[in-house]
């Protein structure tokens, strides 16, 4: 059964976004929002196709318990999670999505290169050492109830996704036949076998009640993050501020957004190449770089990176 649907003030920020994008007179802010707007309207795309195979399989299903969209807080980090499922035998379902116009393909430790054609091409962290991290957050969250449960985690990609590897590698799927995937690997597994097998003759197989219950315990928990754009990205009607504002000339180059509030913020990026987002530490956004001098791949904060002058860590350059 599913217990939480994505969020709705997603679909309210994607709007906002489009209005602020048509009321934009700034060029270098149309810039921001448009990326900006891209990445929400991509992810929420490849949220709602999985959800839709998953609630398929499973909406009518008693030994399953679905959560869709979720954000957890601990004291000292935050995880975001697209889907979570809870079985009565096997415990907890971590799912990230991933959806990309890109051509991917996912080497032997799990990390992935997109290939945007045109010698576009970009190196991926291995995503299931973020969903390592995310449960770690579950599990400190199940202890402030006195929970303890396993806990695994999957990377799912939607079906339209090129992928070059002819098989996937283990805990990679496509969302089309995820669920019958774990139903075989449940199948193949002789522990996870004998587990239920335990369960049921211990008497200590979780009920349909108790994941609904555990279900909404991590609703309860769930904490979304609302930006407000409006504010991020202020409209401007006055000709003094437009004619005042900061004009950055992009000539003979494509710069990403992370480039631009360099430019803008006069933080000097001339050194360092293949600049571009990496994936999350401890839930804040990371900037990936290469230090043009000793080749070497670093990575900083985003928010260090775009207001602050940062130097190699290895030639201080």
């Known amino acids: 059964m599913t217990l939480k649907n994505i969020d709705e003030h997603k679909e309210k920020q994607i709007t906002i976004l489009k209005n602020?994008?048509?009321?934009?007179?700034?060029?270098?802010?149309?810039?921001?929002?448009?990326?900006?707007?891209?990445?929400?309207?991509?992810?929420?795309?490849?949220?709602?196709?999985?959800?839709?195979?998953?609630?398929?399989?499973?909406?009518?299903?008693?030994?399953?318990?679905?959560?869709?969209?979720?954000?957890?807080?601990t004291e000292k980090f935050s995880a975001q999670i697209d889907h979570l499922l809870i079985n009565k035998a096997i415990g907890i379902i971590l799912v990230e999505t991933k959806h990309t116009k890109a051509k991917v393909t996912i080497n032997d430790d799990g990390t992935m290169l997109y290939d945007y054609?045109?010698?576009?091409?970009?190196?991926?962290?291995?995503?299931?050492?973020?969903s390592k991290r995310h449960e770690q957050i579950l599990h400190e969250i199940l202890e402030k109830y006195n929970m303890k449960m396993h806990i695994e985690s999957y990377v799912v990609f939607l079906p339209d996704v090129v992928i070059t590897n002819k098989e996937l590698p283990k805990y990679f799927y496509r969302a089309d036949s995820f669920y019958d995937s774990?139903?075989?690997?449940?199948?193949?597994?002789?522990?996870?076998?004998?587990?239920?097998i335990s369960k049921l003759i211990t008497n200590t197989m979780l009920t349909t009640r108790e994941i609904e219950n555990i279900g909404n315990i991590l609703i309860k928990e769930h904490k979304p993050v609302n930006i407000d754009y409006e504010k991020k990205y202020p409209i401007s009607n006055s000709k003094n501020d437009l004619e005042n504002e900061k004009v950055i000339t992009i000539q003979n180059e494509e710069l990403n957004d992370i480039e631009i509030l360099c430019k803008k913020n006069n933080i000097d990026i001339s050194t360092f190449k293949e600049i571009k987002h990496a994936d999350k530490y401890m839930g804040k956004p990371m900037v990936s770089f290469i230090c043009k001098k000793c080749e070497t791949t670093q990575k900083k904060g985003f928010k260090t990176f775009t207001e602050t002058k940062v130097l190699c860590k290895v030639c201080e350059c």
């Open 182 to 196: 774990i139903v075989t690997n449940f199948q193949r597994s002789p522990m996870k076998i004998l587990g239920a």
């Open 20 to 73: 602020l994008l048509n009321l934009s007179q700034n060029e270098n802010q149309k810039i921001l929002i448009k990326k900006e707007l891209s990445k929400l309207e991509t992810g929420l795309k490849g949220e709602k196709d999985t959800a839709y195979f998953i609630d398929f399989k499973l909406n009518d299903s008693d030994n399953y318990v679905v959560l869709h969209d979720l954000r957890f807080e």
């Open 117 to 130: 054609g045109n010698g576009k091409s970009f190196n991926q962290a291995n995503p299931l050492e973020q």
